[in-house]
């Protein structure tokens, strides 16, 4: 497979990292060719032997002594991702104050780092939190970078810093506290560090950050749908259906998972983008009539069924994005998961992250994004609990699961601290706008202190914002996060 081959999956469910501002190819040349290390197949047994795992360098800021800044992108093709060997991204900027070399590096099992030419269940049992923290530590440890005198650069003669957003912000704090004295310091943007099963503190920040008057609605059609799927009336369900061209879909959680999607949307957003995207799009179809805009209580449960439903059928259906969901005609099909004979839960190829992610998903972190607990405003059916996506866990690899699994939440939040992580030099940068803020070290009454080793920086930006540079120039809070992380680099590195 050519070493610069590939492109990214989209999720079925978003994963932490999918849609978000990290995929910035355009900044950095894509026939800049990439570089493999013979990684460690299994770290607990190298009698195994070794992989080619792909990574990709950038010394235009480097001079001697100067740190080296390493990133993975995680759960994605790293092809794509070049950008964050640039100054375009906080990685760059590091590596231009510090006269650094930036270094991205492709997960295990992601793209075209695969230990074998499969993501069979059996091959993905090296798939683990742990091995991907054990290639991070030997490729510290062992790689000649190209270029002059790379192969004297390891951590016991030069700083190196680990730079991650979402699950790699994540396993740039699991690394640290594992292993720590690999990694001089690091950098965590949006780090989702606590493993949760039921996750529906996902839709918190979306909730509280939305147009009210979208949310109102939003959330008067839900009430509504779980009320009618309470009192059993089916008549009443297939009427909703129906109104969103969804009436060939047999399952009702699987009708009430497709209603997420637009909610989903939310990730992609960034202080830059706003009005005019899919999302306030959605919105607007909700709840601007002839010119006019609903009050903070929306229209209505009328409208809104009439309104939503018709941005599917006009819009929803037509638009690019939602190709990930959704396949022309046979959208009820397409949807549904009880039908496990569709490619999406039997393609065993590589260069599928749906697939790789999903594994971990199903093992060792969870994250279901599903409907909150009685009692709480809901944008999301309580029809959705763990268990649906669980049971996709069963679909997608039934030689592992006979029955719907438990990922092991505690175990990994136990192994890597979660929200308790305690470690020097490692800098968190949050959103509040960010959907997977419940997740990091800024969830709403963790109160985590700030400190001068372990500083947590907050600014009004979504997913991963303060990765990307120009995202703090059209916001000063994002821009307050990346300098604070910059000076804090300075002295760390001083």
């Given at each position: 497979?050519?070493?610069?081959?590939?492109?990214?999956?989209?999720?079925?469910?978003?994963?932490?990292?999918?849609?978000?501002?990290?995929?910035?190819?355009?900044?950095?040349?894509?026939?800049?060719?990439?570089?493999?290390?013979?990684?460690?197949?299994?770290?607990?047994?190298?009698?195994?032997?070794?992989?080619?795992?792909?990574?990709?360098?950038?010394?235009?800021?480097?001079?001697?002594?100067?740190?080296?800044?390493?990133?993975t992108p995680?759960?994605?093709?790293?092809?794509?991702?070049?950008?964050?060997?640039?100054?375009?991204?906080?990685?760059?900027?590091?590596?231009?104050?510090?006269?650094?070399?930036?270094?991205?590096?492709?997960?295990?099992?992601?793209?075209?780092?695969?230990?074998?030419?499969?993501?069979?269940?059996?091959?993905?049992?090296?798939?683990?939190?742990?091995?991907?923290?054990?290639?991070?530590?030997?490729?510290?440890?062992?790689?000649?970078?190209?270029?002059?005198?790379?192969?004297?650069?390891?951590?016991?003669t030069t700083?190196?810093?680990?730079?991650?957003?979402?699950?790699?912000?994540?396993?740039?704090?699991?690394?640290?506290?594992?292993?720590?004295?690999?990694?001089?310091?690091?950098?965590?943007?949006?780090?989702?560090?606590?493993?949760?099963?039921?996750?529906?503190?996902?839709?918190?920040?979306?909730?509280?950050?939305?147009?009210?008057?979208?949310?109102?609605?939003?959330?008067?059609?839900?009430?509504?749908?779980?009320?009618?799927?309470?009192?059993?009336?089916?008549?009443?369900?297939?009427?909703?259906?129906?109104?969103?061209?969804?009436?060939?879909?047999?399952?009702?959680?699987?009708?009430?998972?497709?209603?997420?999607?637009?909610?989903?949307?939310?990730?992609?957003?960034?202080?830059?983008?706003?009005?005019?995207?899919?999302?306030?799009?959605?919105?607007?179809?909700?709840?601007?009539?002839?010119g006019?805009?609903?009050?903070?209580?929306?229209?209505?449960?009328e409208?809104?069924?009439?309104?939503?439903?018709?941005?599917?059928?006009?819009?929803?259906?037509?638009?690019?994005?939602?190709?990930?969901?959704?396949?022309?005609?046979?959208?009820?099909?397409c949807?549904?998961?009880?039908?496990?004979?569709?490619?999406?839960?039997t393609?065993?190829?590589?260069?599928?992250?749906?697939?790789?992610?999903?594994?971990?998903?199903?093992?060792?972190?969870?994250?279901?994004?599903?409907?909150?607990?009685?009692?709480?405003?809901?944008?999301?059916?309580?029809?959705?609990?763990?268990?649906?996506?669980?049971?996709?866990?069963?679909?997608?690899?039934?030689?592992?699961?006979?029955?719907?699994?438990?990922?092991?939440v505690?175990?990994?939040?136990?192994?890597?601290a979660?929200?308790?992580?305690?470690?020097?030099?490692?800098?968190?940068?949050?959103?509040l706008?960010?959907?997977?803020?419940?997740?990091?070290?800024?969830?709403?009454?963790?109160?985590?202190?700030?400190?001068?080793?372990?500083?947590?920086?907050?600014?009004?930006g979504?997913?991963?914002?303060?990765?990307?540079?120009?995202n703090?120039?059209v916001?000063?809070?994002?821009?307050?996060?990346?300098?604070?992380?910059?000076?804090?680099?300075?002295?760390?590195?001083?």
């Open positions: 497979m050519p070493c610069c081959a590939g492109g990214l999956v989209s999720p079925r469910f978003p994963s932490p990292n999918a849609q978000s501002p990290a995929q910035t190819g355009q900044l950095y040349p894509r026939s800049r060719p990439c570089t493999t290390l013979n990684q460690l197949i299994d770290h607990n047994n190298p009698s195994l032997g070794t992989f080619q795992q792909r990574y990709w360098m950038n010394c235009e800021f480097y001079e001697a002594a100067g740190p080296i800044i390493l990133m995680g759960e994605a093709d790293a092809d794509g991702y070049e950008g964050y060997l640039t100054n375009e991204t906080i990685n760059g900027m590091i590596a231009q104050q510090q006269q650094g070399a930036t270094v991205l590096i492709e997960h295990r099992f992601f793209g075209y780092s695969n230990p074998y030419d499969n993501l069979t269940s059996q091959s993905l049992e090296l798939l683990t939190i742990q091995q991907a923290i054990d290639d991070l530590v030997y490729f510290a440890q062992n790689v000649d970078l190209p270029m002059p005198g790379g192969d004297n650069v390891k951590p016991d700083p190196w810093v680990l730079v991650g957003g979402s699950y790699s912000g994540a396993l740039t704090s699991w690394t640290m506290v594992n292993t720590p004295g690999i990694f001089h310091a690091g950098y965590a943007s949006s780090g989702v560090v606590e493993a949760i099963t039921d996750y529906y503190g996902y839709f918190t920040p979306i909730r509280e950050y939305m147009p009210q008057n979208c949310s109102s609605d939003v959330q008067a059609v839900i009430a509504y749908l779980d009320k009618i799927y309470a009192e059993n009336n089916t008549a009443a369900i297939q009427s909703l259906k129906e109104a969103f061209g969804l009436g060939g879909l047999s399952h009702v959680d699987d009708f009430a998972a497709a209603l997420q999607f637009n909610l989903f949307d939310w990730q992609s957003l960034q202080p830059d983008i706003g009005p005019g995207t899919l999302f306030f799009e959605f919105c607007d179809a909700l709840e601007v009539k002839e006019v805009s609903a009050p903070a209580t929306g229209w209505g449960l409208n809104a069924i009439y309104s939503w439903g018709s941005f599917w059928n006009d819009t929803y259906y037509a638009n690019g994005k939602s190709t990930r969901v959704i396949d022309g005609e046979s959208a009820g099909q949807l549904g998961t009880y039908n496990t004979s569709q490619a999406y839960w393609d065993v190829s590589v260069n599928n992250a749906n697939r790789s992610w999903f594994w971990m998903v199903c093992n060792q972190v969870g994250y279901y994004q599903v409907g909150p607990p009685p009692g709480q405003p809901a944008i999301v059916s309580r029809i959705l609990q763990p268990i649906y996506e669980e049971r996709q866990c069963v679909n997608m690899f039934p030689q592992a699961f006979s029955s719907p699994p438990s990922p092991s505690g175990e990994v939040d136990m192994m890597y979660g929200w308790n992580v305690n470690v020097d030099r490692l800098f968190f940068a949050n959103g706008r960010d959907p997977w803020r419940e997740a990091t070290v800024s969830a709403d009454g963790l109160y985590k202190a700030s400190t001068m080793t372990q500083p947590i920086y907050e600014g009004d979504f997913h991963c914002s303060d990765l990307i540079t120009d703090g120039v916001d000063e809070t994002v821009h307050a996060v990346q300098m604070a992380g910059l000076e804090y680099m300075k002295t760390w590195l001083a």
